[in-house]
């Protein structure tokens, strides 16, 4: 079993930046890749990023790219997600995922509790 704990999430003006992290313990923190997701109101869970057991690869989704980065510290065993430039449309509930690397939420076996991020206009 693998515990991911979400943090950072929060409410800023359009165009800031947060960081979100995710805290993993139980069974070895760099055997998964890592993923971040979000789920507004009314919609389905969608793909924001992964990253490789390495920190070597990552993947964005087309409407974070050049905006968010997500990186890893094994050391830490903390999956992180900055985001800038946000925008109202990246209001959502943002869940990290350990499994293996994809874009689908079925090639994730565990999930966090989700941290919650509202961007005002």
């Known amino acids: 079993q693998v515990q991911l704990v979400e943090s950072g999430g929060g409410l800023v003006q359009a165009g800031g930046s947060l960081r979100l992290s995710c805290a993993a313990s139980g069974r070895p923190f760099s055997n998964y890749a890592m993923g971040w997701f979000r789920q507004a109101p009314g919609k389905e869970r969608e793909f924001v990023a992964s990253?490789?057991?390495?920190?070597?690869?990552?993947n964005y989704a087309d409407f974070v790219k050049g905006r968010f980065t997500i990186s890893r510290d094994n050391a830490k065993n903390t999956v992180y997600l900055r985001m800038n430039s946000l925008k109202p449309e990246d209001t959502a509930l943002y869940y990290c995922?350990?499994?293996?690397?994809?874009?689908?939420?079925?090639?994730?076996?565990?999930w966090g509790q989700g941290t919650q991020v509202t961007v005002s206009s």
């Open positions: 990253i490789s057991w390495s920190g070597g690869s990552t």
């Open positions: 995922a350990a499994g293996s690397r994809g874009m689908a939420p079925m090639k994730y076996d565990y």
